[in-house]
Each structure stands twice: as C-alpha cells, then as structure tokens.
C-alpha cells in the first residue's frame, strides 16, 4: 500500500473534499482535526468526511494548528516523520477579519512552518499548500500564477496573511529541500458545512434561495432590485470538487514539482451575466447591477438595503476587476484528465440545484420577505 498522505483541515469545507477524492482512488490518508463542541477528533472527521475512521485507509491524529489545543507528543511525530511523504494543508480559518490576530497568524503561518520543519527532518518529500488567488489583493486585471509579493495593498487580513503564509512556507520549503506547491483557488462554492469555511458558498447559495423567493413580494415576476457591483467584471467563483480534485490530482504529480497553480474558472462570466442566467432560471425580471465605481444606489428600497447588507462581507470582491491566469494549472491538469470547471447556464443550473438540495420550499429563505416590499 502506498504512504499516507497527510491532510490538514480534513473536517473543513474544502479538506474533506480532498480526504474523500483521495480516499476514493485507494490513497491512505492520515487525518489531523482537533476536537471541538462535544466532539472527538475522529467523531468530526467522520462526520465530515462520512466514513468511519478504520486506522488503515483513514487515521485521525488530533492536533492543532493555532497551539490552542493539543499538541502533537514527540512519539506521533517520530511516527510521522517516519511515515509521511506528502502533505495536502487545508487548514486555515476563512475569517476576513479575525479579532484574535495572534491565533489567526499561528493558525496560517507558526503553525504550518513549525509542521513543516520537524516534518522536512523526516521522510516529507512535497507540501501541497492551500492558499488563494486573492493574495493579490487589491490589485486588477490579470493576475498570473508566478505573481507574489508585489507591494500590493489587501482588501482585509485574510489576504495578507495568506500572501505571508505562503513566502514563509516556500523559505522554509527551500531550506529544507522540500517541494512546496502552492493551490490559489478564487472564492470556492459547492454544498457547504455550517463552519467558517462554507461562509462563501452558504453566502452564494443564500442569495439564490433569497431570488427564488422574490416574486412571492408582489405575486408577480416583476421585482425592482438593484444591487451594487461591477457589472462587468468577472464573477470569480469555482465549485470546491474542481478544488479537490486539482489537489488530489497535483499534490504529487511530477511536472507540478514548485508550482503555483491558480484554480478558477479561465472563462468565467462577468457579474451582469451571472446575474442574467440566475434570474432566468427563476424566471425573475427587474434585477439589475448598479456599478459602484461609477454611482451609488439613491434611494434603495428596504429590499434593497437588505442585499446590500447580505453581500456586505464580499462587497470588496464584487467591486474588484480582476482575471487570473491559469494556464499552468490548465495545461498540466488537463494531461492528466481533470475537466475545466465551467459557469455555463448548465453548470450554473446544477450550482443552483444544488442550493435547493434537500429543502422544502418553505425553507428556500428565512426571511418573511413581504415586510421588505
């Protein structure tokens, strides 16, 4: 049987993506949560995941990241060294924000290079290392994969912190004589878990429920709704099993050795087109997006208010006029027979198929929307 492969934030939104494609292809996988709310390690992986650790094809090891929780003992790492060749690192908390910025930077940065150094002292040969497209941050137009530090200015924390997290990994990596590949996703969406990780899909996935439920404001398909964006800038989303399997496929994959590989749709539609498809799925008319650079909305209407403060979180990103390259990505991915995620009116059908999925109508949205009219 081959070495396991080590995965990090194994229980989170994209992790245990990752932990059921490798688990599918016959990979071993070690799997290091930590416990939380009630739960064990090896409770949460298996509810995330849905399989039930065996010890063979699926091992928990509970640890921690932050430093919060438990530490990982001197005879687990001796056994990991010895053990492990590959890492996939999911972890990482998705906060904009974050109030704790000492935890927040040892979760993304202490954390990952201190793993990465008592590991590199091992058998550890690759470091698969999660990252986002988005440490580009303020910056537009087109982004290619070999971009870094550049002197950009940052939306938030979340993207500097993910920009230094990388430069510090690679370092190290380098140092050590490790393969560090870095996976820079756009803003991932798929079926959600209710943790901080899901937040960008729970957000997109509400919205649809949110159009959905609009014509029950006036009885009609005609609803006023104005939102502000820019209309024709890309909509920079790409569904988590594209994600998961890039990083399944590429982890080890010889011609990925130090790459940095933007995972995105390379043809995504702008944000009026987006906007289009969605509305006619619904069969919804009056929608419109505003461009912010340009005007502000005057005189929004209580409905109006209400989306502005529901996307208020990813405003930044609707703003933001920007492409990523993803040619290295491309290329290599498709020699190894990983399909282009698309956001076509058929993929975008099936991404909203998927919001519905196993809720009655009543539940589409939890607002009563008639008091927003």
């Known amino acids: 049987m081959s070495s396991p492969i080590l995965v990090t934030g194994a229980t989170g939104f994209i992790g245990r993506e990752v932990v059921r494609g490798l688990l599918m292809s016959g990979r071993p996988v070690l799997a290091l949560a930590r416990g939380r709310d009630g739960q064990t390690a090896e409770q949460r992986v298996a509810e995330a995941v849905g399989v039930i650790p065996d010890g063979r094809l699926l091992s928990v090891i509970e640890g921690d990241l932050t430093g919060r929780g438990n530490c990982l003992g001197e005879a687990e790492r001796v056994d990991l060294r010895e053990t492990v060749e590959t890492v996939i690192h999911c972890a990482g908390d998705t906060t904009l924000f974050p109030d704790a910025m000492e935890s927040f930077r040892a979760g993304h940065i202490d954390g990952p290079v201190k793993m990465l150094q008592w590991l590199g002292s091992g058998r550890l040969r690759r ?151 969605i509305a006619e799925r619904f069969g919804v008319r009056g929608l419109s997006l505003v461009d912010c650079r340009r005007a502000r909305i005057k005189n929004p209407s209580p409905l109006e208010r209400l989306v502005a403060r529901m996307l208020s979180t990813y405003r930044d990103y609707l703003e933001q006029d920007v492409h990523f390259d993803d040619a290295g990505a491309h290329r290599l991915l498709d020699r190894c027979g990983v399909p282009p995620p698309s956001l076509s009116s058929q993929a975008v059908g099936r991404l909203i198929d998927l919001a519905f999925e196993g809720r009655p109508a009543i539940q589409r949205f939890p607002l009563d929307l008639r008091s927003y009219a």
Request: hydrophobic share 45%.
């Open 127 to 277: 470091w698969a290392h999660l990252s986002t497209a988005y440490v580009c941050g303020r910056r537009a137009g087109t982004m290619f994969e070999g971009d870094g530090d550049l002197g950009q200015n940052f939306h938030n924390p979340y993207e500097q912190v993910k920009l230094e997290s990388e430069v510090a990994i690679r370092r190290i990596g380098s140092r050590l004589g490790i393969d560090v590949r870095v996976f820079r996703p756009s803003i991932v969406v798929g079926a959600a878990p209710k943790t901080s990780g899901g937040n960008p899909s729970n957000l997109f996935f509400h919205f649809l429920r949110m159009v959905a439920a609009l014509p029950d404001l006036t009885n009609s398909s005609e609803v006023t709704l104005r939102i502000e964006a820019a209309p024709r800038a890309r909509f920079n989303i790409v569904p988590v099993e594209y994600v998961a399997a890039a990083l399944v496929t590429l982890a080890e994959h010889s011609d990925g050795a130090r790459g940095t590989f933007h995972l995105v749709v390379s043809d995504a539609p702008t944000q009026e087109a987006m906007l289009a498809m």
